[in-house]
DNA sequence: TCCGGCATCAACCGATCGGTCGATGCGCGG
DNA sequence: CCGCGCATCGACCGATCGGTTGATGCCGGA
């Protein structure tokens, strides 16, 4: 879904002359309601302008060049927000992005900031915080919930504990998926005994005793989904 | 939280006059964008009438007693929207309950159902469908999005396949939480042997072949979270 | 009434898992 | 340079799991 939301041209930017730059937002979020409240809230203060909606990442990538600041939804169907996100940064590194989603799981996280978001905010954010996030992320600042602030200053400050290696999210995927011990040294070219230690030191990272309850405790985390 | 947004009392619910009875609504969502845009949704229809909003399940049953319908988000900090609902039966049995939510996953649809709720939709739902939806509402009839008719509909059908079983769930999520089976059977007070028929049926039902995957196979489909 | 699903239990067996020792090599940062 | 984390591998053992067969009683729908 397209929507164009005004007839000004990409170069009128300028034109509301007093009060200072016009900030040009996207709205991108799979939700009408959604795209309703934040075209609303942005709506009524005076020097931002929101110049297109998109429900979908491939929309949002066609309208980004008409935007100084876009707000990203994550989940969307069809090309959803990390992927746009990606593209973004090849076909338009000048636009900031900033994420606005429900969900604050390492599996959204993680990747959205890894593809170049300029910042990640809750949807349960009050809304003017969501005014000033976009202000900041406009002059390029990095805006994060506290929350999401928390899980990856988590994720920083041990490496070790809790974040586990990318050899160890394989495996549990595997396990996840139903694979044995066999079943998944197989798929990765490697030992069985060299997934047991994988193993071993997931159950250590998560705190359980079991292949059955380190899925479980993963899918709480968000690190599988 | 709680917001009284009308100086007009509940008696004043016909005070329009023209163009039929209006339909009070309490929007009880967490996220202020979407109380946003859902005001604005029906604030643009004119028989429609906003007289509150809500954060949570515990404001949402203060202030159901001003309103007709209840448009209802599920997962809320504090009270959820499956407790309110049940509140809202037992104290206030002539509001409908309209859950507008994210999710519809089993764990979400099934319960909010068995609680009361005259309908569920989800927040991707265009704008139109939600006004046509909460009309029906209003009227008792029960509205189900598509993907949640379908749903229900597979839990109807087969009482047998894909829905477990009340003991199974509960196996279930002993196992995902580290239990050995014999955790399980001491915990439920039931033999080994009761366990490991439990999970022989989980895993036929899941179509999985171990308790790692079951339990993936579970949190995918919602069963457990 | 009878069938089917559910919940319960028992015994048995091989396969797998979890735990523990050990070991090697690589890469990165103090 | 040395340490640390990561990834890799091997061997051993007891515990647990998965699969099978077979059984009982209860309940609700055809």
Redesign the interface.
């Known amino acids: 879904m397209i929507r164009l939301l005004t007839g000004e041209e990409p170069g009128d930017q300028a034109a509301g002359g007093e009060g200072g730059p016009v900030i040009r937002l996207l709205i991108v979020d799979?939700?009408?309601?959604?795209?309703?409240?934040?075209r609303?809230?942005f709506g009524a203060v005076p020097d931002f302008e929101v110049v297109g909606e998109a429900s979908d990442g491939a929309a949002a990538v066609e309208l980004a060049d008409r935007a100084d600041v876009v707000l990203m939804d994550l989940r969307m169907p069809g090309v959803g927000g990390v992927e746009a996100i990606a593209r973004l940064r090849e076909t338009r590194p000048g636009v900031r992005v900033l994420v606005l989603t429900?969900f604050d799981s390492d599996s959204d996280v993680l990747p959205a900031i890894e593809a170049g978001a300029t910042g990640y905010l809750l949807?349960?954010?009050?809304?003017e915080e969501?005014v000033r996030a976009v202000r900041a992320a406009h002059c390029g600042e990095s805006v994060l919930s506290p929350t999401v602030a928390g899980r990856l200053m988590a994720s920083v400050r041990r490496p070790s504990d809790q974040a586990l290696s990318a050899r160890e999210r394989q495996v549990l995927a595997l396990?996840?998926?139903?694979a044995?011990n066999r079943d998944a040294a197989r798929e990765l070219f490697v030992s069985e005994a060299t997934v047991k230690t994988h193993l071993l030191h997931i159950y250590d990272k998560l705190g359980?005793?079991?292949?059955?309850?380190?899925?479980?405790e993963a899918?709480r985390r968000g690190l599988?989904s």
């Open positions: 799979d939700h009408p309601v959604v795209r309703d409240g934040l609303g809230v429900t949807k349960d954010a009050p809304r969501l396990v996840a998926g139903g044995t359980v005793r079991d292949r059955a309850s380190a899925v479980a899918y599988l």
